[in-house]
């Protein structure tokens, strides 16, 4: 019987022990750290042959170069992160950085940057072309943009910072690991020695998120990290801000646009100015571009400029780009053009003793907006250097206007000109007004928010325009203030204002056919002027000399004389 009974019970005492075991294991797997390593690589998302970047503490979908152990960052990422007043020439091979008095050329793929004081030779190459993608040399950024930054192998990465604040630190207890996930099965980035130091991104119940020395972020555990204290950051301020002076006036700018389309019409300028008061600067449309090389006709006069000059006004020369035998992006991405434009446009003000340019370039395709901003930023270094006042043109802010950059022509130019007009246009198949009030605030609104307000001046419409509506057909006739209220007051139509747009407003129906009008008049125009005064502007403009009525003059002296 006994010889039975042990048999048995030395199969459940093996049962038992191996249920143990079982258990046992599984109890020491779950409760156990993980000794797995992350692959570094996988990590930051880059392959043998590439640098990652890590910027504060974001590691970036785009990679850097390491080129003969320098650090070179991509074009578009310098511009995105760091500095977008870069300019990369493509097709005559320049990298350009304009300030207030002078462009630095860097011809691509050379050691050497120049300017009209100096030339200077680096010991690495300023920037590399691979195919189509320009690079540019860290050291060289830092002449430009205040940051730091370091190198790290195995695998390749660089840390970049330019933002300073105050960091969260702690050290180490004991030796431990950091780990890709909070948690010991989540895999080891880095070992850690007892002491070392580690920056706490965010505090947890158990873990912390951390960035190491050499900028792996991670987790470790609370119970190992000792010594937590808050350390300051000492800002990078090797590159001072640069000091942009300005040619805007100590007074309120009333302008008018005189359209000017022959030699002829200049000679008109006191007969069409014998109502206005208050006018102290004109812009004539003298100037426009003729060809794909920046040449542009001509129709100054010096006699023009004297007699604006001895009306107390100052003379503001346009230039457009409305030829149809032009394309403004051949002219403006090429620097010889850009250069041979501006030089011409600075002669031309000089031999007619005009006082400014206004630049009226419309309709630029979005990948024309780099280009057009370099043409600013140069010419207002020539404008400077010439005691020419810098006007743009622009239109009420919109996102499909982002590229015209209006921040930065508030830094390079004097005054930026609101377009407050064409809300509503002909062809935009929709009958409305030229310019409502919400219309006008909402473009000051935007625009101040990019740009000083003394340098901001709106522009208010001269015209408004005659709406026919029969069926589907929508036309607009654009005509002087005072025909558009004649025409209604012609057809019967009752005047009345308008809350909601602040403007007089008349329609009728008359042979199948709705006729509207909503009045540009005096009385829309004080309105506007209101709204001026609020956001304290730098001033008005009007298009156009002629389509006015005699009552608006006095409203316009009286705002630009308070």
């Known amino acids: 019987m006994k010889k039975k009974i042990i048999p048995v019970i030395a199969a459940i005492v093996l049962i038992i022990i191996t249920i143990v075991a079982t258990y046992g294991m599984k109890i020491i797997e779950k409760y156990s750290y993980s000794k797995e390593r992350a692959d570094l690589f996988e990590y930051f998302n880059i392959s043998e042959n590439e640098t990652a970047i890590m910027l504060q503490d974001e590691i970036l979908e785009q990679k850097a170069k390491i080129i003969d152990d320098v650090a070179y960052l991509e074009f578009n990422l310098v511009q995105e992160y760091f500095n977008d007043r870069f300019y990369f020439d493509v097709n005559e091979g320049y990298l350009l950085y304009t300030g207030p008095t002078e462009t630095v050329t860097n011809i691509v793929g050379s050691n050497t940057y120049s300017s009209t004081s100096e030339t200077v030779e680096a010991e690495y190459p300023i920037s590399i072309l691979e195919g189509e993608n320009l690079y540019i040399a860290i050291e060289y950024l830092k002449k430009y943009s205040n940051l730091s930054y370091e190198v790290f192998d195995n695998p390749s990465r660089i840390q970049i910072d330019n933002q300073w604040s105050q960091r969260q630190v702690a050290e180490i207890k004991k030796d431990t690991a950091v780990r890709v996930l909070g948690g010991i099965k989540s895999e080891i980035l880095k070992d850690l020695k007892k002491n070392e130091t580690v920056i706490i991104l965010e505090k947890m119940e158990k873990w912390s998120k951390v960035k190491t020395t050499d900028s792996l972020i991670g987790y470790v555990e609370n119970k190992r990290l000792m010594k937590e204290r808050t350390q ?58 003729i060809d794909n090389e920046g040449n542009f006709s001509n129709l100054a006069s010096v006699e023009y400029v004297n007699q604006a000059h001895a009306m107390g006004m100052e003379v503001w020369a346009l230039i457009d780009n409305f030829s149809p035998d032009i394309t403004t992006k051949e002219i403006l991405s090429y620097t010889s053009k850009r250069t041979y434009l501006i030089q011409n446009l600075v002669n031309t003000a000089k031999e007619y003793g005009i006082d400014g340019i206004n630049l009226d370039f419309e309709s630029l395709n979005e990948d024309t907006g780099e280009d057009f901003i370099q043409f600013v930023r140069e010419l207002s270094v020539a404008c400077r250097a010439n005691a020419l006042v810098l006007s743009v043109d622009n239109y009420v802010p919109k996102d499909y206007s982002a590229h015209y950059h209006r921040s930065e022509q508030g830094i390079f130019a004097d005054y930026l000109i609101i377009m407050g007009y064409d809300e509503h246009y002909a062809g935009g198949n929709k009958a409305g007004s030229v ?11 935007n625009t101040v928010a990019e740009v ?87 001033g008005v403009a009007a298009w156009k000399l002629g389509l006015e009525t005699p009552d608006v003059w006095p409203l316009l002296n009286t705002y630009v004389n308070e």
């Not at 310019?435 to 609104?445: K, L, M, Q, R």
Request: net charge negative.
């Open 232 to 289: 300051e950051t000492e800002p990078i301020e090797e590159v001072q801000e640069q000091v942009f002076s300005s040619l805007t006036r100590d007074h309120k700018i009333n302008l008018v646009w005189h359209q000017v389309t022959n030699a002829t019409a200049n000679t008109y300028l006191a007969e069409m100015m014998v109502n206005a008061s208050g006018v102290n600067v004109i812009s004539p449309t003298w100037l426009s571009l």
């Open 435 to 445: 310019a409502s009030i919400n219309f006008v605030e909402e473009g000051i609104i």
């Open 452 to 538: 000083p307000s003394e340098k901001v001046i709106n522009a208010v419409p001269f015209y408004t325009r005659i709406w026919s509506t029969a069926g589907t057909e929508i036309k607009a006739d654009s005509v002087a203030m005072g025909i558009a209220e004649s025409f209604m007051t012609s057809k019967g139509a009752e005047i009345s204002w308008d809350e909601e747009t602040c403007q007089n407003y008349a329609e009728i129906n008359q042979e199948n056919t709705l006729y509207q009008v909503w009045l540009e008049d005096a009385a829309s125009l004080e309105v506007k002027l209101n709204i001026m005064r609020k956001y304290n502007l730098g």
